[in-house]
């Protein structure tokens, strides 16, 4: 089981850009989350999907967009990038309901300059 | 709203010592509570969890919590740490809304080993 899986590791960005991080979720799991952990901070809730619809957002603006393949896998969108989305953007896997553990992928570092 | 603090930021113990990691939550009903490790650059490895039951629950790697609900607390213990044990550790608990979890996590506390 390969667990769950992100790309790219790093990134560099120019301020202004857009940019798509992507997840396969491990085996068997069908709901996926976003979190942005900023240097020094714990993770932030971005959005969460199921059944390829975005379920519940935290407190980030539009310009974060999500999308659920039907195979589970996902993306997380940021246009407009600012420096202060500079952060490792965290994927997280999990079977829908409660009493769920969640498993996190090893990140995607996302460097604006 | 629901939070979770870890009021170390950081913690440096000798090899071989204890360990107590301190987190408080806030949450209206029975929460579901989560330490996770994580190691530089590394993404988040699940420690242990309490959901219900036992108010003290075994994890990985010989850490232990005790759930207290009249304390809101969650604790992380370890009896004797290894130097493999530096890294930053996270309490969340679980935002149960519409049938969904997410998970609302502490600022963590960095561990540091002295050999």
């Known amino acids: 089981d390969a667990g769950v899986t992100q790309s790219p590791t790093h990134l560099i960005k120019t301020r202004g850009q857009q940019v798509t991080l992507r997840c396969s979720p491990k085996?068997?799991?069908?709901?996926v989350s976003w979190y942005q952990q900023a240097l020094g901070q714990g993770p932030q809730f971005i959005f969460q999907?199921?059944?390829?619809?975005?379920?519940q957002r935290g407190n980030f603006p539009d310009r974060f967009s999500g999308h659920q393949f039907p195979n589970y896998s996902s993306e997380l969108n940021v246009n407009a990038l600012l420096l202060g989305d500079s952060a490792l953007y965290l994927c997280a896997s999990s079977f829908r309901g409660l009493n769920t553990e969640a498993f996190f992928g090893q990140g995607t570092r996302l460097t604006v300059v | 709203a629901q939070s979770v603090t870890q009021p170390d930021i950081h913690i440096t113990v000798s090899e071989g010592a204890s360990l107590e990691l301190r987190c408080n939550y806030s949450?209206?009903?029975?929460?579901?509570l989560f330490w996770y490790v994580q190691s530089p650059g590394q993404g988040l490895q699940l420690l242990l969890k309490?959901?219900?039951?036992?108010?003290l629950v075994q994890g990985i790697k010989g850490f232990e919590a005790e759930f207290k609900r009249s304390q809101s607390s969650f604790n992380l213990r370890k009896p004797s740490v290894h130097w493999s044990d530096a890294a930053e550790y996270f309490c969340?608990?679980?935002?149960?809304?519409?049938?969904?979890?997410?998970?609302?996590f502490g600022q963590g506390t960095r561990l540091t080993i002295n050999p």
């Open positions: 949450y209206g009903a029975t929460p579901y």
């Open positions: 999907y199921y059944e390829e619809e975005e379920r």
């Open positions: 309490y959901f219900s039951g036992d108010t």
């Open positions: 969340a608990v679980g935002d149960i809304i519409q049938g969904a979890q997410k998970l609302v």
């Open positions: 085996s068997g799991h069908d709901t």
